[in-house]
């Protein structure tokens, strides 16, 4: 009991000159912390506002202009477009996203589609395969490719992609994602910047989510 006793005295004695400044710091960091917390919201709620009202468009800073057909020249006023779509193992979405690579508004014979497969697995090799099958089909210029190792993985599969001796000519190449679905509208609303802005290398586009969840 003696040594519970003076274990207490001891804490008593202790707790006012050593705890109490303690919590007096940790209550001066906590406050330090929700300002600098305030200023920042603060300031990034003025530049959300500067940014709605005084932003430039794209269409004010470059130049663009729709693409018009040439009576003389035909689809030939178009420029060729390689659309390539990396893949890998994707079972649940290289129909959608295929599909919306084949629904793209340019003329049929200035675009290529290129699938560039690196699935490990036989069975969705196959099934992609197929769909492009079913879209050349149905006259669509679609070329599907694999390769015989997955170096540089998906990075790889485009510079790969490259190599092929119809890549030579096309004047604009679009890539997207094995999960990306462009809406139709996308090669003529993006290759304008590119054919009036010849300082221009690349056009980057808004993604937006088709599941939130």
């Not at 001066?28 to 305030?38: D, G, K, R």
Request: aromatic residues 10%.
């Amino acid at each position: 009991m003696e040594f519970t006793g003076q274990i207490e005295l001891i804490w008593e004695q202790t707790k006012v000159p050593l705890v109490v400044p303690v919590l007096k710091v940790l209550v001066v960091l906590c406050l330090a912390m929700s300002v600098m917390l305030f200023i920042e919201r603060v300031y990034m709620g003025i530049v959300i506002v500067f940014v709605q009202l005084f932003r430039r468009k794209p269409e004010k800073m470059y130049k663009w202009e729709p693409m018009k057909d040439d009576v003389e020249l035909g689809n030939l006023g178009y420029p060729m477009v390689l659309v390539q779509i990396p893949m890998y193992n994707e079972k649940e979405v290289y129909q959608l996203s295929i599909g919306a690579a084949c629904g793209l508004s340019w003329p049929a014979d200035r675009v290529i589609i290129q699938v560039l497969d690196d699935s490990t697995d036989p069975a969705i090799k196959t099934l992609v395969q197929v769909e492009c099958q079913r879209w050349a089909s149905k006259g669509i210029n679609i070329k599907y490719e694999i390769r015989d190792n997955r170096n540089g993985y998906k990075a790889g599969a485009l510079k790969e992609g490259m190599k092929h001796s119809y890549v030579k000519q096309c004047d604009y190449v679009a890539i997207f994602d094995a999960d990306f679905q462009p809406e139709p509208h996308f090669l003529t609303r993006t290759i304008p910047f590119l054919v009036n802005n010849p300082q221009l290398g690349l056009v980057q586009a808004r993604w937006k989510f088709g599941n939130l969840h």
